[in-house]
């Protein structure tokens, strides 16, 4: 919510009030106490007295730097600015129009020493720079609004933020204005001027009458700028003279089918695409216009004469037979006059508008051509690929991963990483490089057996086959004692060495290898459990962990230590050795922080401290199995936890996804992926769709029948109308029949049973940005249907009836929408109360999915779905709303948003311009519109 704003009547800084003398100079004088304290090493020592100092005065300004004006309104060079609105000038600092006012404020509010004047540049002869001695610039100086008695009245403070009047917060945004009481006149050229209005002995510039008084010197012009005003009226005096009257004819038209010498009736009445609102008439019968009709297509050439040309088969290709297509659309545009012009009207704004539309196809057909080379040149490639994958692939499964396995190093596995990582991680006894270009050029050899297609005896595998075999089904050597120990310091100590077994001591204390192998597996999985879904970055839920951790972990190793001391102090030592300070819990700390190396922290970290706990090393420091911990305790490395994989399935996995005769194959999905929409191996046709509402073809070059009786609309009125769907289908048939036909008559490969045009009005979509489609493909209407089913029409989650056919339309005849464009116009559903009709209108639906159907059904405000002009004073609106239930809603027109305007409520009462919002009864307009008065 906007913050709100407040209008204070005067801002003067603090040595500005305090000044109330007026000295020989004619300037404000005052007085300012000081004191000050004199700080020595005897103490601290007053002194002050009174400071008399002097403000400046207008005539010491000569101009006003671009910096000091926040804003002009209106605008420099505006050429339709509003008669009606007050013109004003905004100025950065708060008190800047009564900063240097020559007169003491005497605790009221003082004049501001600026003033704004505005006169008719055809009738001042201005420079720009001086308002000199002439009879305009008198007559300029006398008008009422230009009275000094009145300046109190032209400036104020604007402020905006938290707080109250009275008491703002210290964010609150302040600037001063200074506005010219000068009423407009419409359609005239403007000058303003802000000049001062205090000579230099402070006194009034100008008197009443207009006569300058500045010591013989014109007035200085310290800012000025230019601008025009437009039409007479505005929002407000626009909206209210907007009226509905008896809309007539409008919406309806007379069409008269006749031949010579044959009387078919009275004329038939025919609607265009915006209709009236009233009931159809319908004819008596078609009958004999029908049968004239049809014997129209089934003309025929005499024998030996020229060939006749018959009329147009609409429905062609998109029904195999339209002539024995039987009741429905088809037979519609066969037998029905008024449909036949309709499509005959849309075959006309094919052709007049062939060439833009033309280019429309064009530019989105740009890559046809290069698709379709793309195309054949895959399937060329496919067929070739696949004829070499089957002669020259090894039948044996796993040697085809000789030639395959390099690939998997840009194929991604199903859980996101790539197949030759998930096939040589920690859980495989496989590597890398393995399967990599390398090794395939190192142990290459000639093969000379059977392929996947031959028949001869299988070969002997390859090296790397054997290789891969090997590697996969042997286990990883792990040493179970220590690593070979470092060179001997002497003799002495290598006859020790070898005569030592690091295990006997564990084995005195009733420790084995499988014993401790227990112990340490047990602390891994304990600590993999630990870190389970325990989030490094809170520290608090770490140290708790890390503290459950470790009292489990030393329930386990007092198994084996049997609670002696040392096996408390090994996690100090432990946590010294990953880093951290000297803590019972360092250690555990660490294998929660780092999950990836709680194995190796575990074998490598804490069973050596384990180990040198169970020989009881502290105690014996001179025994030769604990004199060099490194070199003589036992020591198990962690298990072979590798597993072998199935090479076999391996290889026929990689078959599946590189196999170029398959539908899956990569070269299919990356050539094809990049055509939208995606093409099949087939020749390409192209199914064209073009972005282009057509009713702007009507506009152009047959306005008539977009709105018949368009001309006789009143002036300021509004008018409530419906779409006409039958027109509408109908001429989206006659303009694909000749856009399809145009198109493939100039060699482009498009689907011929495509519609590329299913836009008339092409309404918004749900998301308010992107144009829709008011039809589907014309393929997919049911041939019995007739012309305006709603099985034609696109449904769109913001129709407020989906069943309906018909949608409103309301049509203005007024400046105002020439004046405004930016007017906000859409329908409220409600009750009409002072309360409804003010509320904010919302029109953007909930971001979740899951909401926007109830969000859809329960709103009360439809924004339009379309808009259009026929004119720049004839401007129509389509709502997703049916006509019929207009008498539930309220038409809302609202001034579109600006700054802040004042205008006169009276002589010399200023007052802040409130937006319009205009509400017109829905029912009143349906009502009027359908003939009921």
Known sequence: MADPIYLAPWQQPALVRQATKVGADHRLSGTLDLTFVEETSAGQTPAGGALTYSLMAPADVTALVRRAIRHRAPAPATPDAEATKLVHVDFHAPDLPWRLTP???????????????????EELAFDGRVLGYSRSTRLLLAEPCHDLDLARAWAHVQAAGPGTPTALGPSSRRFSRILSLKQLEPQHSYVAMLVPIFNRLGEPMWDRDGRIRNENRPIPVLDSWRFAT???????????????????SIGRAALTYARAGIDFGPPMEVRGALASLRDRVEPASLGPVGEDLLALHRVTAPPGGADLLALPEYGHPWVAAPATAGPGWVEELRVDPRHRVAAGTGVWMGVAAQDELMRAAAEQAGALREASDRVAQLAAGLVIGGRLWRRALPADPEERLDILGPMMARLVAGDGRIVVDAVTGDTTRLTPGL??????????????????AGNAAAPA??????????????ASPRAEESPEPAPPDSLAQLMVDLGHDPWRGLEEQGVDRATLRRVLEEAVGLAHRAAEGVDAADPVTLAAVAAELQTQLQITVDELTGGISCSELMWLAASEDVGLPRDYYGFCTRLLSDPSRIESLVYDVLQPHLVHCLLRCDERPDDPGCRDRRRSEPHLDPPDRTRPIDLVGLSTAVQAVLDPRLPGAPARGRVLDRIVPRPELTPMRYPLGIDFPTWSLLRQHEPEWLLPGAESLAKDSVTA??????????????????????????????????????MFFGPVGEDGARRGDDITP?????VDSPLGARSHQAIRAADADPDATERLVIVFRSALFRRYPRTVVYLHKGPGDDADLSAVPQFTPPAAPAARDAWYRARRDFAPAFTGSLDPDR??????????????YWLMLDEPPTELRFRLDGPTEVVPDAPTRVAISGAMLRRIAGGGG
């Open 230 to 248: 437009g039409e007479a009226g505005d929002f407000e005096s626009l909206a209210a003279a907007l009226h509905a009257p008896d809309p007539g």
């Open 461 to 474: 595998p390859s090296a790397q086959t054997r290789i891969l075999r090997h590697v996969n089904e042997t």
């Open 778 to 782: 014309i393929a997919t209407w049911p």
């Open 875 to 888: 401007v129509f609106f389509g709502f997703d709303v049916a006509p019929d239930d207009l008498d539930a």
């Open 721 to 758: 109308l419906q779409t006409n769907p039958s027109f509408i289908d109908a001429y989206l048939v006659g303009i694909n029949t000749q856009l399809v036909a145009e198109a493939r008559w100039r060699g482009m490969a498009i689907d011929r049973w495509g519609t590329p045009l299913k």
């Open 435 to 452: 399967f990599s270009s390398a090794a395939q050029r190192l142990l290459r050899h000639r093969r000379t057996g059977a392929s996947e």
């Open 103 to 121: 007169e003491p404020s005497g605790g009221g509010a003082p004049r501001p020493w600026l003033a704004l004047l505005v006169a008719s540049a």
